[in-house]
């Protein structure tokens, strides 16, 4: 069966420094690849998005940036966060003719 | 372009009541729809899917929706809710071939159903 990690699953960070964030799917492979960002009390929008390898396209620009270097592993990065960048950050795969498939998510704070 | 409307923000019944949940979306192409659950502090877990075939769909959970095509709609319903049914809820849609162009979901802004002893 297919799962989904996220890492880490808390963080805080002072404004203005950089940010990893990893997923990572197991169990299926060439899956499109998601970053959600979920602000306090509201809902879920659409960061960037895979279909493949090296391939990253942006649905808002802003000053975080995605990588996908393999398959099953997707990244978001941030070189300076601003306090608009806190949030709940979840990861999601899906395969052709299905739903989406969330990760726990990481909570972000910054301060 | 598709776009989602969930007609409650927030849904208060009583434990072992009936809910229904609203969904509406709008789209020119063929649709995929879903509803998902999120508990507090955790991802969204998939409810259940509405990809072709049946219009009556059955998910985990006790939960069950059914797709009309006419009224573009996509309700939620549980004949008998628990407590700890207490969670946000969100319908999506995607378009039905639309996985090479990214499978993007679109999701409404949520209901939170709160389920009183």
């Known amino acids: 069966s297919q799962t989904i990690h996220q890492w880490p699953a808390t963080l805080v960070q002072p404004v203005g420094s950089p940010l990893s964030l990893e997923c990572t799917v197991e169990?299926?492979?060439?899956?499109?690849l998601y970053w959600y960002r979920q602000a306090a009390g509201r809902g879920l929008q659409l960061l960037f998005y895979s279909v493949g390898i090296g391939q990253i396209s942006s649905e808002v620009p802003q000053n975080l940036s995605a990588s996908r270097p393999q398959d099953r592993q997707f990244i978001l990065s941030s070189k300076k966060l601003l306090l608009s960048d806190s949030g709940f950050y979840l990861c999601a795969w899906t395969i052709p003719g299905d739903g989406q498939y969330f990760g726990p998510g990481t909570r972000l704070t910054v301060t | 372009a598709q776009s989602v409307t969930q007609l409650d923000s927030q849904v208060p019944v009583f434990e072992e009541a009936p809910v229904e949940l609203r969904c509406n979306y709008s789209?020119?192409?063929?649709?995929?729809l879903f509803w998902y659950v999120q508990y507090p502090n955790q991802g969204l877990q998939l409810l259940l899917k509405?990809?072709?075939?049946?219009?009556l769909v059955k998910g985990i959970n006790g939960f069950e929706a059914e797709f009309n095509k006419s009224q573009t709609s996509f309700h939620l319903r549980k004949p008998s809710v628990h407590i700890s049914d207490t969670a946000e809820y969100f319908c999506?849609?995607?378009?039905?071939?639309?996985?090479?162009?990214?499978?993007?979901?679109?999701f409404g802004q949520g209901t939170e159903l709160s389920v009183k002893p």
């Open positions: 169990g299926t492979s060439n899956p499109n």
């Open positions: 789209s020119s192409v063929s649709v995929y």
């Open positions: 509405y990809l072709s075939g049946s219009t």
């Open positions: 999506a849609v995607s378009e039905s071939r639309g996985y090479n162009q990214g499978g993007k979901l679109i």
